[in-house]
């Protein structure tokens, strides 16, 4: 028993690890201001937003070091770095020191790579804790990440409502402070254990009461934020936040004691007949004994309906995933198709919004709404937040509406387009908010299922490489959508009568700042979503015959 409660404590941990450690998404609270401290234009600073999403391509880095050094020690390595990246630029913006602009390139790398750290070491708890349960705990855990934004609103409005530079300072102390009081529950981690029928659906249960307590987090954030910018209200809702945060160290021991009570209090009543169980332990392990007897039998005539001679049939047939869970070395996995349309889809949409997130704090400037920047970076925090949670659906749906994860993925992709020309047709407050709702929407889910589907399609063993190797589409994506971006904002801003400058720095004002820009990134994630689902049809014959396979057995 205390080892099953100590894994609980294990995953609360991982949770605010995740909750204060997504410092990459108030890039836009204070990119002004630096921008401004700097005296650079829009490209040289989307230079520096690159550098910091460049961080997660040496995302290997860390799953090395976790091969040589304790899991901890590289926790805290990845919080010195975000103190030093981070620390230094609020030196900068505060104007204690002065550092030249090719200096703060590498500070900004520096404090993108801690974030990565902090991700893997989550990742390793999860899949190290939860064996059984592990999509289940690592869509909870990613999910938090989404909402370090709003959280960090809280607390900068609790010191100082008008000091957007305060951010850097958060985002250089608050992780290592985190990572101090996660330490304990990590370094005291139960040993692994098999699970019983009875303790799997009592894990599944508990989870379920997590994930309506993280919902309740999400909407606690998103509908009272706004009410955050005097002082004394900033303190009171940051203390509900964090109270919201330690509520499930409760949960798993109500729902033991409650168990208990079943046991010694109430022997005489019956539950069999009740049961929840979300996730079966030996599915992956069931549908690769049957895979052979399947590709001898009933197998052979799936594929009859498709034209292998036709443009079609070439597409959907060639070099095509039949089986999930075969693992995958980096090698065979470039070689797969399925992988390249699955890097477009992340590229064309995920990424897409992540350089959006990244540009917020000139859009609304742009749009004159300056002052909505730090409410417009939250609004996109929560809304990743909930589409993180969201990519849980086909965990929890499994047994009443079964849905390929990729088809889920290629649904969640379609609100980008949609919200991107919907900011080209209008700049009021209402549209960009909505926009900028469905975006963090749309990719926060793609964030959290890729794990998954990382796993599920290339295998479990080699996820954590051939993940890393997925995301290096997103420091591409930053230096080439960011580029794009800054090139039509400096073109207006050098031509237009609405410019104005802030010391020496032209600042551009009107819609057309970003209208081509937003026009271009519709048609991009239109490509995504083409992309996803060409991904979902190839794969949709590999997932059908899983879950065939675990349903007759």
Known sequence: MAGQSRKWMILVATTWIQAFTGTNFDFSSYSSDLKTVLEITQVQLNYLSVASDMGKAFGWCSGVCLMYLPLWVVMFMASFMG????????????????LPYFLVFPLCLMAGCSICWFNTVCYVLCIRNFPVNRSLALSLTISFNGVTAAIYTLIANAINPNDDTIYLFLNALVPLFTSGIALIPILRQPPLQSLTTEAIRRDSFIFLCLYIVAVITGLYLLLLNSLSSNVSVARILFGGALGLL?????????????????????????FDNSSFNLIDPD???????????????????????VDKDGCYGKVMEKDRLTVLGEEHPARLLVRRWDFWLYYLAYFCGGTLGLVYSNNLGQISQ???????????????????????LLSAAPDFLRDKVYFARTGWLAVALVPTPIAFFLLASSGSEAVLRAGTGLIGLSSGFLFSAAVSITSELFGPNSAGVNHNILITNIPIGSLLYGLLAALVYDSNAGGSALSRFLGETMVCMGRKCYLKTFIWWGCISLFGVVSSFLLFLRTKLAYERFERNRTRT
């Open 246 to 270: 330690v509520l499930p160290l409760c949960l798993p021991g109500i729902v033991y004691a409650r168990e208990w009570a079943r046991r010694n209090i109430y022997p005489a009543f019956r």
């Open 283 to 305: 599915d992956l392990e069931l549908h690769k004994e049957l895979i052979g007897s399947e590709s001898n039998g009933t197998n052979g005539n799936s594929y009859t309906a």
């Open 83 to 98: 103190l030093f990246g981070y620390g230094l630029q609020w030196l900068v913006i505060q104007r204690i020191i002065t």
């Open 366 to 388: 742009s749009l004159g709404y300056s002052s909505l920047t730090s409410s417009l970076v939250t609004l996109y925090s929560t809304c990743s937040f909930f589409g993180r």
